[in-house]
């Protein structure tokens, strides 16, 4: 590993003097420079211009100062922060759902770290301040750019199902109904519990790719949790409307919640010493001290102990084992790359996410449309208004899309996908067929999964909670990132200052149906179907291989995740949208059913009385499309490569529905 470095400093102010204490180092601490041809060949960051915001004055604001125009002083959560404009940087770039997150990977990228770097960074302050979205007891799947070998892997990190959990595991205590059902719910109990794989594959990931020590890029973190911050907006409406479940674990009640139960509020100074030590151990010892000792039987006693909760009713313990954490396996996979319009290689993440094959056939199916011809109208700095025709064809493609993935996607290391590889589902041919299914002037409702022997059955899951993490590096390696405990605040089982997931949910808790295995059924070692879909694009190369990487993103939002990431994937490469328009861009599209989204958060879309007075509401409603408004909350996170004043520049742009900000230099 190359450890050619300046040291990381970072500044975590307690106080307004502090503040411009550490205002005035990085103002000092400038090294200067800045190049012509900066995505090329960087020259070393101007640190009076790196890592900060600008403030309405143009001053520039430290990340977490508490100084005016600082993006981390916590605001209520609302639901759309509407003209927010897209920023500009040339050597690097991230763009993370919290303002001391991105400040943290930014102040990696800056000491000469790299993207994986500043992954690792982000991800043990996102633990730490968005507990509710992410954490190292979750897992995370990541796609990696590697600039230098022009290569794209996927890291797979997620949770796996333990060695002793039978295809009943979520349903039932035993292996029949008589034993009686997990305890309060399956989600609340142990049993909903994966193995975490974040850690494990931010390790491997670090192998591969790390230019810092990693006992540094746990030290953010540390320090944060040492010190404290004041509660966000999120994190705050997250602990409120989990309080009763927190309460019924002592360690989580002990970190989240008064003496009397009242969750901490938005803006409470909010420290977390267990987390800061369990980091500290991995800083000493590694991403595998996560896996054995101490933290391992941390968490196998949290999953398994058969207990009441504070409140005297029980919590079915889960099964985990020492044994499971010891084993746990990260994954490098082939990225999933197609091309999309003969004009991008658009690379995803394989299974065990739909998310790739479901985005990628959706575009395969749109490519035999033109897009171009059906832009926003009145574009302006939040998207403008999709078009009635835009939103039908996508929408119409993504019901296809569902319906396949819904049939034929799980875990591939458990059931092979039709002909043994996801190119079968992706085939041109095939989705040409499948985009002559399409009724310019009638909604098909739902769609029925092409032909390729019996379909799997089907049990929808329910999904909610995770985080994107978008980066860009000063040598132009770059990570889409996807990372979750699942739902808000995972299981509500906390240990050692962090909170496990309930991935395991995301698994059909019902084996068989009509007779036939569920394709997504429990299985021991498995690891849940997800909707996670981080994406890299590139442009084409007139020999049709990989060009200069044009665009990175992805988002939270569960099975919605497909449709966030096809929507900003359009509204960049059709329809020229900047990364924070099309990040902006009102969320819209369909899962297999009836009903198209048309996120009603949105200022361009009239929400009252149900979209009555909307005219892109009104005219899906004509081509015979259910139209639901309800507040879309994708948290879309991109970067994209453009020019400004005749330079390269990285363009980035935060979902205004969150609390995120990009920052570089
Ligand atoms: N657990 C979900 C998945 O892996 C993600 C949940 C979310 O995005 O909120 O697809």
């Known amino acids: 590993m190359d450890t050619v470095r300046r040291p990381l400093a970072f ?78 940087a040339h050597q690097f770039m991230v763009s993370t759902a919290n303002p001391l997150a991105s400040k943290a990977g930014c102040e990696v990228l800056q000491a000469g770290g790299s993207a994986v770097d500043a992954a690792v960074a982000v991800q043990m302050v996102l633990g730490l301040v968005e507990p509710q979205s992410s954490g190292i007891g979750g897992g995370a799947f990541m796609l990696h750019y590697d600039a230098a070998q022009r290569k794209v892997v996927a890291y797979d990190g997620r949770e796996t199902a333990p ?16 034993s009686g059902t997990p305890q309060p719910s399956a989600r609340a109990s142990g049993r909903s519990i994966g193995t975490p794989g974040a850690v494990r594959m931010l390790g491997l990931a670090h192998g591969d790719h790390g230019r810092l020590p990693w006992r540094e890029l746990m030290q953010p973190a540390i320090t944060l949790a040492q010190q404290g911050f004041q509660i966000s907006g999120r994190m705050a409406a997250a602990l409120e409307r989990a309080a009763p479940a927190l309460a019924r674990d002592p360690d989580a009640a002990a970190l989240y919640l008064h003496a009397d139960g009242r969750p901490l509020p938005l803006g409470a100074l909010f420290k977390n010493p267990a987390y800061a030590a369990t980091l500290s151990t991995l ?8 896996y054995t000792g101490d933290i391992a039987q941390g968490i196998v006693r949290k999953i398994g102990l058969d207990r009441s909760a504070t409140d005297g009713s029980a919590i079915t313990p889960g099964l985990t084992t020492l044994a499971d954490l010891a084993s746990y396996q990260a994954k490098r996979r082939p990225a999933l790359c197609t091309t999309y319009r003969m004009r991008y290689m658009v690379c995803g993440m394989p299974p065990p996410s739909s998310g790739g094959v479901a985005v990628a056939s959706a575009l395969g199916i749109l490519e035999n449309f033109d897009l171009a011809a059906h832009p926003p109208t009145g574009i302006d700095l939040n998207g403008g208004k999709p078009s009635v025709m835009g939103v039908h064809l996508i929408s119409e493609a993504q019901r296809l899309a569902y ?124 690891r849940p179907r997800s909707s996670m879909a981080p994406t890299l694009v590139f442009d084409l190369t007139p020999e049709g291989g990989m060009g200069p990487l044009r ?18 994937l359009v509204a960049a490469l059709d329809w020229g949208l900047d990364a924070q328009q099309a990040t902006s861009l009102v969320d819209f599209g369909a899962a297999n059913s009836p009903t198209t989204n048309v996120g009603g958060e949105h200022p361009a879309i009239d929400a009252a009385n149900g979209g009555a007075n909307d005219a892109l509401v009104q005219g899906l409603k004509a081509l015979g499309h259910t139209v639901s408004v309800n507040a879309q ?26 609390e995120g900000i990009v920052l570089g230099h």
């Open 551 to 568: 665009l990175a993103t992805g988002s939270p939002g569960g099975g919605t995740i497909i449709q966030y990431v096809t929507k900003t």
């Open 11 to 88: 500044f975590p102010p307690r106080s307004v003097a502090q503040a411009a204490a550490a205002t005035a180092i990085l103002l000092l601490a400038s090294c200067g420079g800045s190049s012509d041809n900066a995505l090329d060949t960087p020259p070393p960051p101007d640190r009076t211009q790196t890592c900060v915001v600008q403030s309405d004055g143009g001053q520039s604001v430290v990340v977490g100062s508490g100084l005016p125009g600082d993006p981390a002083a916590p605001e209520p959560a609302s639901g759309y922060r509407p003209n927010r404009a897209a920023t500009y």
């Open 403 to 526: 319906a396949d993935r819904d049939a034929y996607v799980a875990d591939t290391d458990f059931v092979p996908l039709p002909g043994g590889s996801w190119q079968t589902l992706l085939d041109k041919h095939y989705l040409k067929q499948r985009a002559s299914l399409i009724d310019p002037g009638r909604s098909m409702g739902r769609a029925r999964p092409g032909d390729f022997g019996p379909p799997q059955a089907v049990v929808p899951t329910q999904e909610a909670g995770t985080s994107q993490v978008t980066i860009v590096d000063s040598r132009g390696n770059a990570v889409s990132m996807t990372t979750t405990v699942e739902a808000s605040m995972g299981s509500y089982h906390v240990t050692q200052g962090f909170v496990l997931n309930n991935q395991l949910t995301d698994f059909a808790a019902v084996p068989h149906v009509n007779g036939a295995p569920v394709a997504n059924r429990v299985q021991p070692g498995k």
């Open 163 to 178: 060695a002793a959990a039978t295809e009943n595991y979520l349903r039932w205590i035993g292996d029949s109904a008589d």
């Open 633 to 658: 909350s994708s948290g879309i996170a991109t970067i994209a490569r453009g020019q400004r004043d005749g330079r390269p520049v990285w363009v980035g742009g935060a979902d205004p529905r969150r």
């Open 283 to 290: 800083a000493a010892q590694g991403a595998d001290a996560f």
